[in-house]
């Protein structure tokens, strides 16, 4: 709780722009005024539900009428929770996820909770960067069931996001053992072996399954295996510099499925990074309702110096504030390239940077915090993150261009 | 056999199309909130409360014609329903008595995840109270991770609060607890407004503009002393203090009531006496008991200012005595200002005879429009 001293609370000039600058850019027609009012068209749309919501209201509403009927019932709450977390992918929107662990609440606080809660359990805390009760919970499930192919895959997603590589390539080839399919497998393994030093045969192995997995028919799980290997390979190309490769699994990816928000993510990054920000635009156009998007699509306008960027950086400011306000600290690695790259503040950067070290270790944690210190001129701050890179030989010639010049700072 | 492992297959490359999105990294930033903004005024509470149209629709629906837009026209015609359904999410206790709440108007807002129905509140206590519990239960059984952001403001202070459907209801001081801090903060008051009183300040003023001078044989001479000039303006100051100091208290306990207009048009007429009197000199000795007869008028005055400060029922005495204090302050500090001056002017020779006349004759005038204006209640809404 805070306290101010005797005052009167009103909006700032400042508030009422925000939420004037957001109204429109959400595609309402609200008038340019940050209080509330009332809309004089009964036809006003205020809120579009996402597609994907709106194509699963029936099985939905099926599905909520059984828990409803029940809701201490396995059975009727396993299927709903895990509709609940595909909607709050699909949808980009982690209320979803807040309605599934509402879902679990009488198996919530069980530490020996049935396998089915455990797994979703375990993908609710992930989603909150709580890995280590995710863990605890893959744990458990898998002393239960050690042929749980799911379990196997989220644990070395998870060890693969917190840099424990050795880790999440022994779950990786778990898969081998307990799926028939070896893809599955042989994705995760290149995923994570490509972080750990090896890049080029990673890519190698992986790249003609992305032949294969485009032959057999578009169904909805393939789908999923071809974008998930399409954006590990495009993301083991762009970091090896070989930029047209890259380019051609980037859009190989988005043309299965045109909304995936970490692929978009990763390849308006690359295109950012290969100076191309005017296609980073045409990509996200329409796209910015899920954060990270909007953030891609901020910087972009920043390069190419046009005035909207001010206007997304004040929808950004006002998201990360939002989120503050309701106590959420799990967004730092965005919020360090956010205040970094389009708010200049490179010590604060620093310092968002380091608290996400703390959690995650994918290239894009170190390489923030790597372009923080340069930045704000303290280059011995980085000094863990070199330490770490050179140990797990990482390859990616973004964070090799910054280690020399960090370097070379350190030096002089 | 085979079903079970194909089961599993989907199972697990389904979870890879959700995996990587698992992230938060792809998400919207948050989960649920809604804006829930409080304020309590005596034994009245106004408020307004802020929900996502999102959570509204999964709870009780809203979009009737299953189009995938949530409309004005489909949210107006919920707005019944939709009143209902927040307000037994609610429950509001002031010192442990239920408070009624009702809800007013329905509108909406945009905020950084979405558009909200803005749900006005107002309500009433059983009495003015000094702590508030919330019990705060929207989307309890519903949304594990959503939080009602509160923003109270009561009596002194505004506090903040981020409330968990899932905790029970926390109790929330209005007022600052704190003596020390109410003190100061009172005094504060009490030195800005004798600072903006200029009718206090001028009366002051008034009797102190012939202090570097004794009226002797129908005459203005210099004073004999700094020490003697010193002793005179402690008298008047002390007694206009006293005064004043006993009538606010009486004033603000209630024990004492007077119409604001003729405090205020006899305060006026105060100021153009005490100025007069310099003038035409009709009483010269015991100033001092001048000061406190007009000082039990301006006390009163003081309570006008202090009334429109909400007092903390519970610290009144804090608040009053803070207040006095922070007068006599200000006071202090321009008669502090002022002294030296004065026992200089007095051997000033055209002083005594033409500028102190003169000074004495504006005050009178400008008091004098003071007290035309304020016995016809003629002035606008003023600070004072």
Redesign the interface.
């Known amino acids: 709780m805070g306290t101010h001293g005797p005052g009167r609370a009103s909006l700032s000039a400042r508030e009422v722009v925000l939420a004037a600058t957001l109204a429109m850019s959400l595609g309402l027609s609200l008038p340019a005024v940050g209080e509330p009012f009332v809309p004089q068209d009964d036809g006003l749309v205020l809120e579009r539900l996402p597609r994907s919501v709106i194509a699963a209201d029936r099985e939905l509403a099926a599905l909520r009428k059984r828990h409803r009927e029940a809701p201490d019932d396995l059975v009727a709450a396993v299927p709903l929770a895990r509709k609940y977390i595909t909607l709050a992918q699909a949808a980009a929107d982690p209320r979803w996820m807040g309605y599934a662990q509402a879902t679990l609440a009488p198996w919530w606080e069980a530490r020996a909770a049935p396998v089915p809660v455990l797994t979703l359990r375990a993908m609710i805390h992930q989603n909150r960067h709580d890995f280590d009760p995710a863990l605890d919970d893959l744990d458990a499930a898998l002393a239960v069931d050690p042929r749980n192919g799911q379990a196997w895959l989220i644990r070395a997603m998870i060890l693969r996001v917190q840099g424990r590589h050795d880790e999440a390539l022994a779950s990786c080839r778990r898969l081998f053992a307990v799926l028939p399919d070896p893809r599955p497998a042989t994705a995760c393994i290149s995923d994570v072996a490509g972080l750990a030093g090896q890049a080029r045969r990673s890519y190698q192995a992986l790249a003609p399954l992305a032949g294969r997995a485009m032959e057999r028919d578009a169904g909805q799980q393939d789908a999923g295996l071809a974008v998930w290997v399409l954006s590990v390979l495009g993301d083991l190309a762009a970091r090896l510099g070989d930029a047209e490769a890259a380019e051609r699994h980037y859009r190989r990816g988005l043309s299965i499925d045109r909304d995936h928000v970490p692929l978009l993510a990763a390849y308006a990054d690359f295109l950012l990074d290969e100076g191309r920000p005017a296609a980073v635009r045409d990509v996200l156009i329409d796209r910015t309702r899920p954060d990270p998007l909007l953030l891609r699509l901020a910087l972009a306008q920043r390069a190419l110096g046009l005035a909207s960027a001010a206007d997304s950086i004040a929808r950004l400011t006002e998201r990360f504030a939002a989120a503050r306000a309701r106590g959420e600290i799990i967004h730092q690695r965005e919020e360090a390239r956010f205040t970094l790259h389009l708010l200049g503040d490179a010590r604060d950067a620093l310092r968002l940077a380091a608290e996400n070290w703390q959690v995650q270790r994918e290239p894009q944690d170190a390489r923030i915090l790597l372009e923080a210190a340069l930045a704000a001129g303290v280059p011995a701050r980085a000094a863990g993150v070199l330490r770490w890179l050179e140990k797990t030989g990482l390859e990616d010639q973004a964070i090799a261009a910054l280690v020399e010049r960090l370097e070379r700072a350190g030096s002089s | 056999m085979i079903r079970g492992?194909m089961a599993?297959?989907?199972?697990?490359?389904?979870?890879?199309?959700?995996?990587?999105?698992?992230?938060?990294?792809?998400?919207?930033?948050?989960?649920?909130?809604s804006y829930l903004?409080l304020s309590v005024a005596d034994d009245r509470l106004q408020g307004?409360w802020?929900i996502?149209?999102?959570?509204l629709?999964?709870v009780i629906g809203l979009?009737a014609d299953?189009d995938?837009?949530?409309?004005?026209?489909e949210?107006?015609v919920r707005h019944p329903g939709i009143a209902a359904y927040a307000l037994s999410r609610l429950r509001i206790n002031g010192d442990g008595e239920r408070c009624e709440l009702q809800a007013g108007?329905?509108?909406?807002?945009?905020?950084?995840?979405?558009?909200y129905a803005?749900l006005r509140l107002s309500g009433t206590c059983p009495h003015s109270p000094s702590r508030l519990s919330v019990q705060y239960r929207l989307?309890a059984?519903?949304?594990?991770?959503?939080?009602g952001?509160l923003?109270l403001?009561g009596g002194?202070?505004?506090?903040?609060?981020?409330l968990n459907p899932q905790d029970p209801a926390p109790t929330f001081e209005l007022y600052?607890r704190d003596p020390l801090r109410q003190f100061v903060?009172y005094a504060a008051e009490g030195v800005w407004h004798i600072w903006i009183g200029f009718d206090h300040i001028l009366f002051l003023v008034a009797l102190l503009l012939p202090a570097g001078l004794i009226r002797c044989d129908g005459r203005w001479r210099p004073a004999e002393s700094v020490g003697r000039v010193f002793l005179q303006v402690a008298k008047i100051v002390t007694a206009f203090t006293i005064a004043h100091s006993l009538t606010l208290a009486c004033a603000v306990l209630g024990i004492v009531s007077v119409p604001a207009r003729l405090v205020e048009s006899i305060i006026a007429a105060s100021v153009v006496l005490a100025a007069l009197n310099n003038v035409f000199p009709l009483i010269t000795a015991r100033l001092w008991l001048v000061a406190f007869l007009f000082g039990l008028i301006h006390g009163l005055g003081f309570a006008g200012v202090l009334a429109g400060l909400d007092l903390p029922p519970g610290a009144l005495v804090t608040a009053l005595i803070g207040f006095n204090v922070g007068v006599e302050i200000g006071q202090l500090a321009i008669v502090a200002a002022v002294l030296p001056l004065l026992c200089l002017a007095g051997h000033w020779r055209s002083y005594a005879r033409a500028a102190m006349p003169a000074g004495s004759l504006a005050v009178a005038a400008v008091a004098g429009l003071w007290l035309v204006e304020r016995a016809l209640d003629l002035r606008p809404p003023d600070l004072l």
């Open positions: 492992l599993h297959v989907i199972a697990a490359i389904a979870t890879v199309a959700t995996l990587a999105a698992l992230s938060t990294e792809v998400m919207a930033h948050k989960p649920s909130d903004t307004r802020d996502a149209l999102r959570d629709e999964h979009d299953g995938g837009t949530i409309t004005w026209g949210v107006r108007e329905q509108l909406v807002d945009a905020h950084s995840d979405g558009a803005v989307l059984s519903v949304d594990a991770q959503h939080r952001l923003q403001t002194d202070i505004v506090q903040t609060a981020v600052d903060s």
